[in-house]
């Protein structure tokens, strides 16, 4: 039986604003090839708990690792095994979709000979290799979403791309996921979701 890797564990994460409770002791662990969803109503902590996995925002309690490495102690090395899709989309329009995948690419220090490589890969695995040099501006809002995704999992790297409700309600992309997850390779894909409906 092949060993279960770790890819990301969160181990007793709280979280308070105020008066508050937002997050309260939520312990898991992603291993490689595994889709990970997080499924709840609005307010449930979904966010927070992706932003506590990415140290947007540190956790009140409780501690995560990525790669067995503790984010508060290695926090740069561990962001760098990250990729988020974040509620909002994060592109630079004016650029082509190629260009975005290897600058996202080249931001986390992947050379750019391996960047254009992957940049190739992850746009055929979003759907988007027919539109490589065309801008974002030109996209509709679910070619956006997919060219963000593409851009999270960008690199190589035993990494954990987080969407924040980028995949909510949407069934194509949804059914993409475990694809992403073997075209990032020695990755994990984590995703919030807000009604189980949505993922049907």
Do not use: W
């Amino acid at each position: 039986m092949q060993a279960r890797t770790q890819v990301l564990r969160a181990e007793g994460l709280k979280k308070s604003y105020g008066e508050r409770a937002a997050v309260i002791d939520v312990s898991r662990e992603v291993v490689f090839g595994e889709v990970l969803g997080l499924l709840g109503q609005n307010g449930a902590g979904k966010s927070t708990t992706t932003a506590m996995a990415c140290r947007l925002t540190p956790p009140d309690a409780g501690r995560v690792l990525v790669g067995g490495m503790v984010m508060a102690r290695d926090e740069a090395a561990c962001k760098r095994r990250i990729g988020l899709v974040p509620q909002d989309l994060a592109l630079f329009e004016d650029l082509p979709a190629r260009a975005n995948v290897e600058l996202f690419g080249a931001l986390y220090g992947l050379p750019s000979a391996k960047a254009r490589r992957r940049a190739t890969e992850v746009l055929a695995a979003v759907g988007l290799a027919d539109r490589a040099r065309d801008k974002p501006a030109t996209f509709s809002g679910g070619m956006k979403r997919r060219l963000n995704i593409a851009c999270a999992v960008r690199k190589r790297h035993g990494k954990v791309p987080p969407t924040d409700r980028g995949l909510a309600g949407r069934r194509s992309r949804l059914r993409q996921v475990p694809s992403l997850s073997t075209a990032a390779d020695r990755s994990a894909i984590a995703c919030t979701v807000t009604l189980l409906e949505k993922t049907d």
